[in-house]
């Protein structure tokens, strides 16, 4: 029995004297703060593909909202954060470049980083390069950018904001029309963000420069698309119709014969003629240009799922 009562009171008198020299040492080194982590880019957000207007999204909500004075600037944030738009587009002299729902350029800064994301942009700074936010439960369409790509990272004031390759992307506030690019360059640190979420190249950048149309997506291996988006233009133009094919199995396209461009979440067979017939190709994600795979207006009827 003493013998207990001697060890219960020794581990006592070492407990004490641990927290004491943790707590009264005043050279005990700070606990450090915890590591701002990128957030999935599926923690509440819906990523759907194509783009806002196919998909049907609220008129002036999102990239749409603006407003007293007619700007997103001042748009109430629990309107405009509730979707925003990612498509691969061109603007000025950079292709391809992401653009968001009203078509304005979107950027990245080089003096944040990618792994792990962190923005540094705020105060003064985020006034005139607005954050890209969304709010939980929010929707993010995709159009020429991989799903995989997209993320968020958590700012220092809560809120969530859109990463691309890691890197968080920010508008202008210069831009005001489509194609505006006044942010490219600024500084030496803005440029305009790819869909990869390296820069965006410019046409200009050498003799010839890179074609000014997005190649078609690479590859990715996904499972067989259940649905797709069909543009008469190509880039994924709204400027012209749209039309969605949903299902398993054969489908036959309701206006046969006018896509220029395609998104689709997974791979799947376009076909010449309707009932899965005539000519056919195997293509797996978004397509920019049908023209590239010798397809442009000639899709009559798809095989999905």
């Known amino acids: 029995m003493f013998n207990k009562r001697l060890v219960s009171f020794a581990v006592l008198l070492a407990t004490g004297a641990l927290f004491l020299t943790a707590c ?89 980083t990618a792994k792990p994301s962190k923005s540094t942009c705020a105060g003064d700074c985020a006034k005139t390069w607005p954050p890209v936010l969304v709010a939980p439960g929010s929707k993010i369409f995709l159009a020429g950018v991989k799903k995989s ?10 809120s969530l904001q859109v990463t691309i390759g890691g890197w968080p992307v920010y508008r202008f506030a210069k831009d005001t029309a489509p194609g505006d690019t006044k942010g490219q360059g600024v500084g030496g640190t803005w440029f305009g963000v790819a869909p990869n979420g390296q820069k965006a190249p410019e046409s200009n950048e050498s003799g010839e420069g890179p074609s000014r149309t997005p190649e078609p997506s690479e590859p990715s291996g996904s499972e067989p698309a259940t649905s797709v988006v069909l543009f008469d233009a190509k880039n994924f133009s709204d400027n012209e119709a749209s039309q969605g094919v949903a299902g398993n199995g054969c489908k036959n396209v309701g206006r046969p014969g006018v896509a220029s461009s395609i998104v689709a979440s997974g791979s799947l067979k376009i076909w010449s003629q309707k009932n899965c017939e005539g000519r056919s190709l195997v293509v797996d994600g978004d397509i920019a240009d049908l023209g590239k795979v010798g397809f442009d207006n000639d899709i009559a009827s798809v095989s999905l799922g």
């Not at 790509?149 to 809560?158: E, L, M, Q």
């Open 149 to 158: 790509a997209v993320g968020t990272v958590k700012r220092d004031d809560g």
């Open 24 to 112: 009264g040492s005043e050279s005990a080194a700070p606990t450090a703060a915890p590591p701002v982590v990128e957030q999935p880019a599926d923690a509440g957000l819906a990523l759907l593909a194509g783009t806002a207007k196919s998909g049907d999204a609220q008129p002036k909500t999102g990239d749409w909202a603006t407003g007293p004075d007619g700007t997103a600037n001042t748009a109430p944030q629990e309107v405009a954060r509730k979707w925003v738009q990612l498509k691969s587009s061109e603007a000025g002299a950079l292709a391809p470049v992401v653009v968001n729902g009203a078509d304005l350029t979107l950027y990245r800064f080089d003096k944040d």
